[in-house]
């Protein structure tokens, strides 16, 4: 069951599902009066695969798609509510909130809106528990991007006062937190994380990911393309931004491809993607974050060791690491990030970074859903 609000230590559920589509990521947290936070438990839940296809082919127009996308959300609640219950099972004990991202099926702050389904009044039915969703739409509302919202969270718990640290999360989607020892924390999506390399070894292989990237690995990065992946427009302005599959998808590859005037064997194009994933990463922290000495990795592409060894071989100057030096798991980061930012919105504290947004001010985010 839900509590008050207390300024004691508190336990809070964090739920995130990204744009990988792969699953459920859930923790058991404990903040402290001062927004600390500490990972008690965790537990990952996988999207059925007829889950996962729905969700994938909802991120394209079609017929009956409100009808379909309220079906698909039910169908997340109730996963979620059984991830909640896993995660909970060897902690019994108050649960002050669960802070659920939802699964986002749109994300258009340019049009002013953005579209995660998770139903979270059935999440709070299903669990007892109160329930804080749709983190993103404040911020759009103050004229901001929405995304991404992590970096606050990196700002609170990673960032070091002698030493310039970036933070780099490689899902879906790839994003950086800038944590400057003096200056403005910053964040921003840098382009595709794994969302093309696993969409290409799905189309061609059936499977969900390149694991350790050896697929990658094992083929040759053709130029060509890699220097038409490279013009992409979201590339070329500087923060802040945000991306997702509206940018970053198999149609825009497939029309890449077809441009080059040139047939590229299928395991070329995932090495190339793969140096496209790195490239454009390292492009960011090299222009946008000067006097950088230490990079984080974290998200699933933090175990591709094919990628990671590309990032450090193209940024030689900065120590390379993922987030467990640091003492944070880093399958569990922005999972961590949404039972803190549950915290802020109960306690009426601003969750957003106008910096890394680009909105109004600073705004406190999320819709509640009490137990």
């Given at each position: 069951?839900?509590?008050g609000?207390?300024?004691e230590?508190?336990r809070?559920?964090g ?16 903040t ?8 008690l438990?965790t ?19 079609q ?8 079906c698909a ?17 060897a ?12 699964q986002?099926?749109?994300h258009?702050?340019a049009?002013?809106?953005t ?6 009044a059935?999440l ?7 329930v804080?969703?749709?983190?993103r739409?404040?911020?759009?509302a ?25 933070i ?5 989607i ?10 403005t ?24 990911y ?6 990658a690995?094992s083929g040759t990065?053709?130029?060509a ?10 590339l ?21 491809l077809?441009?080059?005037g040139?047939a590229?064997d ?6 190339t993607l ?10 960011a922290?090299?222009r ?5 000495q230490?990079?984080y990795?974290c998200g699933?592409?933090a175990?591709?060791?094919?990628l990671t060894?590309?990032?450090?071989a ?6 390379v ?6 003492g944070i798991?880093?399958?569990w980061v ?7 930012l ?7 504290v601003?969750?957003?970074?106008p910096?890394?947004t ?9 819709a509640?859903?009490?137990?």
């Open positions: 069951m839900s509590a609000p207390t300024h230590t508190e809070y559920v739920l995130m599902s990204g744009t990988s589509l792969d699953g459920v990521d859930a923790v058991l947290a404990e402290d009066p001062a927004g600390g936070i500490r990972l438990h537990h990952y839940l996988p999207y059925p695969d007829t889950l996962r296809a729905q969700l994938l082919t909802l991120h394209r127009p017929p009956d798609e409100i009808h379909l996308a309220a959300g039910n169908e997340l609640a109730r996963l979620y509510a059984r991830a909640t219950k896993a995660v909970l099972e902690f019994p004990g108050t649960i002050r909130a669960i802070g659920s991202h939802g986002t099926l749109r258009r702050p049009d002013g809106y579209l995660q389904i998770g139903n979270a059935l709070a039915e299903l669990t007892g528990i109160t804080i969703s749709d983190f739409s404040r911020d759009i103050a004229g901001g991007q929405g995304a991404p919202l992590v970096p606050a969270f990196h700002a609170q718990v990673l960032q070091h006062p002698g030493i310039h640290r970036v780099a999360n490689i899902g879906g790839a994003n950086l937190t800038d944590l400057p020892v003096n200056g924390v910053r964040g921003w999506d840098t382009g595709p994380g794994n969302m093309l390399l696993d969409a290409w070894i799905r189309r061609h292989h059936g499977t969900h390149d694991r350790d990237g050896a697929w690995a990065v053709h130029s393309l890699l220097a038409a992946l490279m013009k992409h427009a979201y070329i302005p500087s923060p802040p931004k945000s991306a997702g599959r509206e940018q970053f998808n198999l149609d825009w590859l497939d029309a890449t077809n441009g080059l040139e590229v299928a395991v070329d194009v995932q090495a793969l140096e496209f994933t790195a490239g454009s990463l390292a492009d922290v090299q946008e974050c000067p006097g950088a230490e990079l990795l699933g592409g175990h591709n060791s094919a060894q590309r990032i450090s193209l940024l030689p100057r900065l120590r690491a993922t987030t467990a030096a640091l798991d880093p399958d922005e999972a961590l990030a949404f039972a803190w549950a915290r802020q919105t109960l306690h009426h601003p969750g957003n970074l910096a890394v680009g909105a109004r001010g600073r705004r406190i985010l999320g509640i859903y009490p137990a």
